[in-house]
C-alpha cells in the first residue's frame, strides 16, 4: 500500500500530532518516512539559525522513528512551503503526505495562507491533513 509517508514538519505541535501519526502508520506498514523541512525563502533571519532550527526538527522526527523501527530519511531545503510542495513530493517518492494544520481560520488563514491547503490542492498523492 503505502510505502513512503511524506511528512512536512515545522516542529510545531500540529506537526508533532502529524509525526506521531506519520510513524505509528510506518511501523504497522513496514513503510519508511520522510520528513521534510523547508527553510522559507521569504523569511529574513540568518541561514544558519533557520538551517540549525531545521535540523533540530529533522532530528527530533529521526529520534521518534529510531524508538519505533521505523527508517526516516530527511530532506531540508530552502523554498517556499506553499509553492514547492508538488516538486518535493515527487522527488522524494512519496505515496502518501501526512501533514499538520495549524488551524488558522478567517483574516489570519487569508494572509498567511495554508501549507496543508496548498498541498492538498495541489499534490498528486494521497493527503492526511491532521488537526
Do not use: C, W
Not at 8 to 37: C, N, Q, W, Y
Not at 69 to 80: A, C, F, K, N, Y
Amino acid at each position: 500500500m503505502f510505502k513512503n509517508i511524506m511528512l512536512p514538519t515545522d516542529g510545531s505541535k500540529f506537526a508533532e500530532k502529524a509525526a506521531d501519526i506519520a510513524i505509528e502508520m510506518a511501523k504497522k506498514l513496514d513503510a519508511r518516512v520522510t520528513a521534510v523541512h523547508v527553510i522559507d525563502d521569504k523569511l529574513i533571519y540568518p541561514f544558519e539559525v533557520l538551517e540549525e532550527e531545521g535540523k533540530t526538527v529533522l532530528n527530533h522526527v529521526q529520534e521518534k522513528g529510531k524508538e519505533n523501527g521505523v527508517p526516516v530519511d530527511e530532506i531540508l531545503i530552502v523554498g517556499s512551503p506553499t509553492r514547492d510542495m508538488e516538486k518535493i513530493v515527487e522527488k522524494a517518492g512519496a505515496d502518501i503526505i501526512i501533514i499538520g494544520t495549524h488551524g488558522k481560520t478567517g483574516l489570519e488563514k487569508l494572509l498567511m495562507g495554508s501549507v496543508a491547503e496548498n498541498t492538498l490542492k495541489t499534490v498528486k498523492v494521497p493527503v492526511l491533513i491532521v488537526k
